[in-house]
């Protein structure tokens, strides 16, 4: 059975900064590209970032570039989101979940059960 | 692009509903869409893939399409349970970049 199960959240002053990680089983995690998405309070989905099985290739929305950095360590099955500079409006759940294949995550596969981040002084 | 949905939609149990999502730009056809369904509380989970592929476990009472007239996708549930109640969103990408639709709240009453 695929699992992903995030950690790391909890509360934060703004300006901060937070290491989100998901941790990985039951799957040949180096064969899957993975996505970050956040859903802030009572709100959508919100895609933050994604990363190739590989590592080699990664993709930010526009709310993340320059303050997040997404990397894997395939050798521990692990994903991880690095996030700094941390704003009021980052406050969210954020999930992790697994792509189609390497190179691709146009559907999204399954999902963790989020690791909830507020930031907030 | 964006994928426009109605901010809510309810029907009674046992009727059909369908909830539509609707791409600003670029043929719908272009990039496959999906649906997840999230229980409150709960991660989404997927009901539709690739515009109309059901995930083993999801009942046929669930079923997706794509329409190039009107540049949207839908998802239509029949023979509504008081279990399908939740947040529906449908989610398509390009180079890279996931989007999803704003969601819509299925009320079953």
């Known amino acids: 059975e695929v699992q992903l199960l995030e950690s790391g959240g909890g509360l934060v002053q703004p300006g901060g900064s937070l290491r989100l990680s998901c941790a990985a089983s039951?799957?040949?995690?180096?064969?899957?590209?993975l996505t970050w998405v956040r859903q802030a309070p009572g709100k959508g989905l919100e895609w933050v970032s994604g990363?190739?099985?590989?590592?080699?290739?990664?993709y930010y929305a526009a709310s993340a570039k320059g303050r997040f950095t997404i990397s894997r360590d395939n050798s521990k099955n692990t994903l991880y989101l690095q996030m700094n500079s941390l704003r009021a409006e980052d406050t969210a759940v954020y999930f992790c979940?697994?792509?189609?294949?390497?190179?691709?995550?146009?559907?999204?596969?399954?999902w963790g059960q989020g690791t909830l981040v507020t930031v907030s002084s | 692009f964006m994928l426009t949905q109605p901010h809510s939609v309810s029907e009674s149990p046992g009727k059909t509903v369908t909830i539509s999502c609707t791409r600003s730009?670029?043929?719908?056809?272009?990039?496959?869409v999906q649906w997840y369904q999230q229980r409150p509380g709960s991660s989404p989970t997927t009901v539709i893939y690739?515009?109309?592929?059901?995930p083993s476990g999801v009942p046929d009472r669930f079923s997706g399409s794509i329409d190039s007239s009107s540049n949207s996708a839908s998802l239509t549930i029949s023979g509504l349970k008081t279990e399908d109640e939740a947040d529906y969103y449908c989610?398509?990408?390009?180079?890279?970049?996931?989007?999803f639709g704003g969601g819509t709240k299925l009320t079953v009453l």
């Open positions: 730009s670029g043929s719908i056809a272009s990039n496959y």
């Open positions: 979940a697994k792509g189609v294949d390497s190179g691709s995550y146009y559907w999204l596969d399954p």
């Open positions: 690739e515009h109309n592929q059901r």
């Open positions: 989610q398509s990408y390009y180079t890279s970049i996931v989007l």
């Open positions: 990363i190739s099985g590989s590592g080699s290739s990664t």
């Open positions: 039951g799957f040949t995690f180096s064969s899957y590209a």
